[in-house]
């Protein structure tokens, strides 16, 4: 034990109850085997653990696991390092004196292990975190559910937030605090993960003009059903009317078609989008993390009695940094592809448009035509003017965004 571990222990160890104190810009640091035993560890560790290096070092790494910890959470923490991936997840642990400090806990694999670097939790996300983790335990220990099940329960539970997965959860959650971090701390994201972060927003907005977009296709498509109504009491002079209606209801059928497979399924257009946003996004921001943990790891430097491991993680933080860098670069690609895609699919959204517009038009025809009746038929064609009104708006905020998203894209590949 050194004299530094003694004073870093000091400083958190006033009180036996509650929660460990320790501020924002507090990085936690781990590197561990491929068993998860420790290899190696920042002072921050040290420090609000409570544990003196010697305890930590070949210890495994749920030596500070909290039992308020639901299995399911490290069963999928686990099967993504296992499989190659990395991983984000709220965590709490356990100190030496028995208090609890919060975490969001960010690890990858490297060659013989996992790196792991943390940050303290401050967005508001944990409180809603927290309740599932609670529901999760209360699982596990009242009804003898199975890590496993847990972790079903887990992505269940992520999914009823709104989430498409949990990979968007975890993007999420590491943006939305590292983003309230620099708030509270008064510094500023770097350019990439503000472009980033503008990207993923833009790709939720689209979403929310599809979406609106298909319930104004779902609200007029009764009115070719209407048209046919009103054609069936004309009679032999109701036969135009009738064949408009089944021409509109064939076009409103085809662009909710058009709806549906941009946005349904895993291979869609517009998840690919998503999915490869939010993988460049995770990438960034957990690389700004690998930076700045490496950066403040010269005070550990110094104060190192075995100095070569704490340069040796130092160096493979710029280097794992430099990866991340690049695969989320990389993963723009996909981004460029399905956006010009999307470019050229919603010009057959609007052929679909333009071919309303002239149903519409033969509408107002026959109105002028029908005498008695073309009240009645008027009302129909000015719901088609204000439907139609409002699909183009939405298609055209549609490709407004998109324009965004290819702007960017192609700023963050000039900096790279």
Not at 128 to 147: D, F, H, M, W
Request: neutral net charge.
């Amino acid at each position: 034990m050194t004299q530094h571990d003694s004073q870093l222990i000091a400083q958190t160890r006033n009180s036996a109850v509650g929660e460990v104190p320790f501020d924002l810009k507090d990085l936690f640091f781990s590197r561990t085997d491929e068993r998860g035993v420790i290899i190696h560890g920042n002072s921050v560790f040290r420090k609000i653990s409570g544990y003196m290096w010697e305890e930590l070092k070949g210890a495994p790494h749920k030596l500070v696991r909290h039992p308020d910890m639901p299995k399911g959470v490290f069963q999928l923490y686990w099967d993504k390092l296992k499989a190659g991936d990395y991983v984000a997840a709220y965590v709490k642990n356990k100190s030496k004196d028995g208090r609890y400090y919060w975490v969001l806990a960010v690890a990858w694999p490297i060659a013989g292990g996992y790196i792991s670097v943390r940050v303290k939790p401050c967005c508001g996300l944990l409180d809603r975190v927290k309740e599932i983790y609670s529901r999760l335990r209360e699982a596990e220990t009242e009804q003898g559910v199975t890590p496993v099940r847990s972790k079903d329960m887990l992505l269940a539970e992520v999914a009823e937030l709104g989430y498409t997965s949990y990979e968007g959860f975890m993007t999420a959650a590491l943006a939305q605090e590292l983003e309230a971090r620099a708030q509270r701390m008064g510094t500023k994201l770097g350019p990439r993960q503000l472009r980033f972060m503008t990207m993923a927003k833009t790709i939720l907005q689209i979403r929310e003009e599809t979406d609106r977009m298909t319930e104004i296709i779902k609200a007029i498509r009764t009115v070719p059903m209407n048209m046919r109504i009103l054609a069936s009491r004309l009679e032999n002079a109701g036969g135009p009317i009738s064949a408009i209606s089944v021409n509109y209801g064939s076009m409103l059928d085809e662009m909710a078609a058009w709806v549906r497979g941009f946005v349904e399924g895993e291979d869609s257009t517009y998840m690919r989008m998503l999915t490869t946003i939010q993988q460049g996004q995770f990438l960034v921001y957990a690389g700004s993390l690998q930076a700045e943990m490496s950066a403040i790891f010269q005070e550990d430097v110094r104060h190192a009695s075995a100095k070569e491991d704490v340069i040796r993680d130092k160096e493979t933080l710029i280097a794992e940094e430099i990866v991340f860098q690049k695969a989320a670069i990389d993963a723009l690609k996909v981004v460029e592809i399905e956006a010009t895609r999307l470019g050229r699919s919603v010009l057959d959204m609007k052929r679909y448009v333009t071919g309303l517009s002239s149903t519409r038009m033969m509408c107002k025809i026959e109105s002028a035509a029908l005498s008695g009746t073309g009240d009645s038929l008027a009302g129909i064609v000015d719901q088609l003017d204000a439907g139609q009104d409002e699909i183009e708006a939405r298609l055209a905020r549609i490709v407004e965004l998109n324009t965004v998203i290819q702007s960017n894209t192609a700023m963050l590949r000039a900096m790279s």
